[in-house]
């Protein structure tokens, strides 16, 4: 499966953004889906912001996110979305979204496929 992210910009703190990650093939229904980042001079995360489960049933915040962050996503368009209101300097990163295709937890390593990232960029 292909990735693309988009949906980043420079924002306000306080702001929003929403971003977007389209798949292709037609099995993207039966993947689990994470959106990842890397600020700034550091390592990219090896737990993702936010996840999904393939049928949109359980989703999973990393507790800085928690309120401020919405992922969603849509089969029929093979899309997952991540909503980032709130948005505050510290989440400046580039964000990738993956894809997991078996059973697993919510970390990098456990990631099958990913896209490249869309930079957001947060001023104060």
């Known amino acids: 499966v292909q990735l693309q992210a988009s949906g980043g910009g420079l924002v306000q703190a306080g702001g929003s953004l929403r971003l977007s990650c389209a798949a292709s093939?037609?099995?993207?229904?039966?993947?689990?889906m994470g959106w990842f980042r890397q600020a700034p001079g550091k390592e990219r995360e090896s737990v993702p912001v936010?996840?999904?489960?393939?049928?949109?049933?359980?989703?999973y915040y990393k507790e800085s996110v928690k309120g401020r962050f919405t992922i969603s996503r849509d089969n029929a368009k093979n899309t997952v979305y991540l909503q980032m209101n709130s948005l505050k300097p510290e989440d400046t990163a580039v964000y990738y979204c993956?894809?997991?295709?078996?059973?697993?937890?919510?970390?990098?390593?456990?990631?099958?496929?990913w896209g490249k990232g869309t930079q957001v960029t947060v001023s104060s």
């Open positions: 993956a894809a997991r295709a078996r059973a697993g937890g919510w970390y990098s390593g456990a990631m099958d496929y």
């Open positions: 093939g037609r099995t993207f229904g039966s993947y689990a």
């Open positions: 936010a996840g999904i489960s393939w049928s949109g049933g359980s989703a």
